[in-house]
């Protein structure tokens, strides 16, 4: 298994992948299958909050950037989205519909979700939770992914390192969220055990649920 979350290197096409990133027309399936995905992220997002143990990078990073500016979590967040497209630009990276639509949806899930999961008081059970929202994180990430109408900021900037360094997945995402947690604790933002979790477990997360949906769809490596 892990042999084969290192040769994970793409992105797969599978039905619901549209023919065209850039549409201002998309078809309904890969429109479905987007908004499917970006649910199921923020979702992964909302239990790993609920789980009470730390958070992700990039929230980690919007605490900091929040302390600093004295402003929002969520308008920090929205400033360092677009501070992530402009690296972009080097890239050769181009925004789709999915681009725009990640922020919007994945807010909303986890606003909406919150005040409905469950808060554990024992860590074992924080852990688990930690845990499956990191998964679960993996799931939407690859569901919307394969979709392919524009990557979220965070994962555009995941696969173009990738294109131009041809490393694998699970190792260029790890790379990027251990930076950002990093920079986050710098500037003042919360890290615990979550945090960690999401850092390290985030890419073979992706990769697991990659390989998942090819062999359900019997596409090969």
């Not at 929230?59 to 929002?72: D, E, I, P, R």
């Not at 919360?190 to 090819?214: C, Q």
Request: aromatic letters at 8%.
């Amino acid at each position: 298994m892990i042999f084969n979350i290192l040769k994970v290197k793409s992105i797969p096409k599978l039905f619901w992948t549209s023919v065209e990133t850039l549409t201002i027309r998309p078809a309904s399936v890969p429109v479905l299958m987007l908004l499917i995905g970006l649910t199921i992220f923020g979702l992964g997002e909302a239990l790993l909050i609920a789980a009470g143990i730390g958070v992700s990078p990039w929230t980690v990073l919007a605490q900091g950037v929040s302390k600093h500016w004295a402003c929002s979590i969520g308008t920090s967040t929205a400033v360092i989205s677009s501070c992530v497209l402009l690296l972009w630009l080097p890239l050769k990276q181009i925004p789709g519909l999915g681009t725009f639509l990640n922020i919007v949806v994945i807010a909303l899930v986890i606003d909406f979700s919150l005040p409905y999961l469950p808060s554990f008081e024992t860590t074992i059970l924080k852990v688990l939770l930690a845990a499956a929202g990191v998964f679960v994180t993996g799931v939407g990430g690859a569901i919307y992914l394969i979709s392919n109408l524009g990557p979220g900021p965070r994962d555009g900037l995941m696969t173009g390192l990738q294109r131009i360094t041809h490393l694998p997945i699970a190792g260029v995402r790890g790379g990027i969220e251990v930076t950002v947690v990093i920079l986050g604790w710098l500037l003042g933002g919360v890290v615990g055990l979550g945090t960690l979790l999401f850092a390290f477990g985030i890419g073979p997360a992706l990769a697991i649920s990659i390989l998942l949906l090819r062999h359900l769809f019997n596409e090969q490596l």
